[in-house]
């Protein structure tokens, strides 16, 4: 991943203080010779009474219709946990810190699954098709000052 991402000439990598995230972008980061910077923000989901379930369990415990639900709508959560559209909130704000402290242009975001899929709905247009992959490198062009993401290029990784 990290030969892939040379040729974008990243000045830094953002991450999650989570150990997949963080431990992929330490990788990254010293692949491409950029600084590592952590952000909380970043985190995954959190997906309350369902944190540890698999897929399986959650829909058995919380039913078909809110797991699926909780995954496509963003006002869903699950008891406890957090809606999508807080989880967006949170990565936006996350990418608003730091790029107001930062001088980097060209940054590197490690992040979950879930916040991924969150700032991309909030990114591509209304109606587009959900097919958000955690193994695809999206490239944005984020505006600070209106908080929008907007995709300029989208590409699958290949992960041997």
Not at 63 to 87: H, M
Not at 89 to 110: K, Q
Request: hydrophobic fraction near 40%; glycine fraction near 10%; include cysteine.
């Amino acid at each position: 991943m990290g030969e892939s991402l040379r040729r974008h000439r990243l000045d830094a990598v953002l991450s999650s203080d989570l150990s997949r995230a963080r431990i992929t972008a330490q990788i990254v980061a010293m692949a491409i010779g950029a600084p590592l910077f952590i952000e909380t923000g970043l985190r995954e989901t959190n997906v309350g009474a369902a944190e540890g379930l698999l897929w399986a369990e959650a829909k058995t415990r919380f039913g078909e219709g809110l797991t699926e639900r909780w995954y496509s709508d963003g006002d869903v959560a699950f008891p406890r946990g957090e809606t999508g559209i807080a989880t967006r909130t949170r990565g936006l704000a996350a990418l608003r810190r730091f790029t107001a402290v930062h001088p980097h242009r060209r940054i590197g975001v490690s992040t979950h699954g879930a916040m991924v899929r969150q700032l991309m709905k909030h990114a591509l247009p209304a109606g587009s098709p959900a097919g958000v992959r955690n193994t695809a490198l999206y490239m944005l062009r984020y505006e600070p000052a209106d908080e929008r993401l907007i995709v300029v290029e989208k590409e699958e990784l290949v992960l041997c």
